[in-house]
């Protein structure tokens, strides 16, 4: 198949519509990017790479980094990080209380924010030392030495991030978070200042394209099973309340962040990811959700 036949198709007709959608303003640092950005990649198992676009770009990965820090508390802790995190969809936005306290403190799902609070608090021992190792990881999984945190994005989150403070407190005080919340907090908004490009996240995340094995570092990240577990809860919980409308029209594993990019998983075949900076009313990137359907109807692959 000519992937890159089909991302030029795709990039043209989805450039060419009208915007729908605005920048993620609420946090100051990302209302500066410029709205016209559009890239695409994709990474293969047997290591090609195809792109178009602004796929070479840096910018703010976001909530694409809680399937990082889920893949670590997985490899730590396996099965028992269901004993903390639910999983299940959850049918309200990603930033959302409202479930936790008819449930005791325990988040829904990984992805939601207070979910990923207690993925982070489970990996983080010490915040220094959590978020140095957490870069070299991704490094690593990239193959990019010059992924780096972007600290004027997590200054900014700090900063204006009080609804995730109010969760981390409400979490702790339903003792599921073992470290204080302003640590947790600390490698929460580092972890979604991390800068990539969408080239970098196709090739980190080949590992769920892969039974867990990844071709850039070349060594198992996750065995099977848990592979199969990490993109089952990406399908049902990776984009919010709209989880269900990507499966229907997308029908892929996958993560979305307020950055605008979304990576997406066919298992046995590849990653593809896209970044486009402009948020419809869920969150999630309008032109990369529009590209990311339109490629599953072109190539006719999905997981359905």
Known sequence: MDYQKILDQIYSEVNNEPEKGKVADYIPALAKIDPEKFGIAIHTIDGKDYSVGNADEFFSIQSIAKVLTLTLA???????????????????????????????????????????????????????????????????????????????????????????????????????????????????????????????????FIYLANGGYSTIAKKQILNSRQTKRVNSVMLIGGLYDAAGDFAYKVGLPGKSGVGGGIIAVIPGKLIITVWSPELNKTGNSAKGLKALELFTTYTGISVF
């Open 74 to 204: 997985m490899q730590q802790f396996d099965e028992k990080v269901w004993n903390r995190v639910g999983k299940e969809p959850s049918g309200t936005p990603f930033n959302s209380l409202v479930q936790l306290e008819s449930s005791n403190g325990i988040p829904r799902n990984p992805f939601m924010n207070a979910g990923a609070l207690v993925i982070t608090d489970m990996i983080n021992e010490n915040a220094g030392r959590t978020k140095m190792e957490l870069i070299e990881f991704v490094r690593e999984l990239s193959g990019n030495k010059q992924v780096s945190y972007d600290f004027e994005v997590a200054d900014s989150e700090e900063k204006t991030g009080y609804r995730n403070r109010a969760l981390a407190n409400f979490i702790k005080s339903y003792n599921n978070l073992e470290n204080e919340p302003d640590d947790v907090l600390d490698v929460y908004y580092h972890q979604s200042a991390i800068r990539m490009s969408c080239v970098d996240l196709s090739r980190a």
